[in-house]
């Protein structure tokens, strides 16, 4: 089991910053991969951006974002702190929705690269989720 807690979510206006936290406790190595996703009210949950952990303590940190997110998201991680963060610039309205941690187990990377999508069966487990909303 992993247990995943976001954090940083808050209410912005447009062409603002936030750095939103996920925190993971418990079986970590049970996954090789983190990734975020949001969901806007009345649409799917989407891939924002996914990064590789590894198989160990160390992972290759290798990070992937569907084209539609590239640009303005940033994924990063402290293995020191189990914390994977993103990072979102110049902020949008469109970006308003529940941003979502997800611990997963994937093929590879080049795998992930190669479907175009991040894959959401292979997110195994969830955080509550992060309410962003951005003011224009």
């Known amino acids: 089991q992993v247990q995943l807690v976001e954090s940083g979510g808050g209410s912005v206006q447009a062409g603002g910053s936030l750095r939103l936290s996920c925190a993971a406790s418990g079986d970590t190595y049970s996954s090789n991969c983190m990734g975020w996703f949001r969901q806007a009210p009345g649409k799917e949950r989407e891939g924002v951006a996914l990064?590789?952990?590894?198989?160990?303590?160390?992972?290759?940190?290798?990070?992937y974002y569907p084209d539609s997110m590239k640009g303005r998201f940033t994924i990063s991680q402290d293995n020191t702190k189990n914390t994977v963060y993103l990072q979102i610039d110049s902020l949008k309205p469109e970006d308003t929705a529940t941003y979502y941690c997800?611990?997963?187990?994937?093929?590879?990377?080049?795998?992930?690269?190669?479907?175009?999508?991040?894959?959401?069966?292979?997110?195994?487990?969830w955080g509550q989720g992060t309410q962003v909303t951005v003011s224009s």
């Open positions: 990064i590789y952990t590894g198989d160990g303590d160390i992972g290759d940190g290798s990070t």
């Open positions: 997800a611990a997963g187990l994937i093929l590879s990377m080049t795998a992930v690269e190669a479907l175009g999508v991040m894959p959401l069966e292979d997110f195994i487990y």
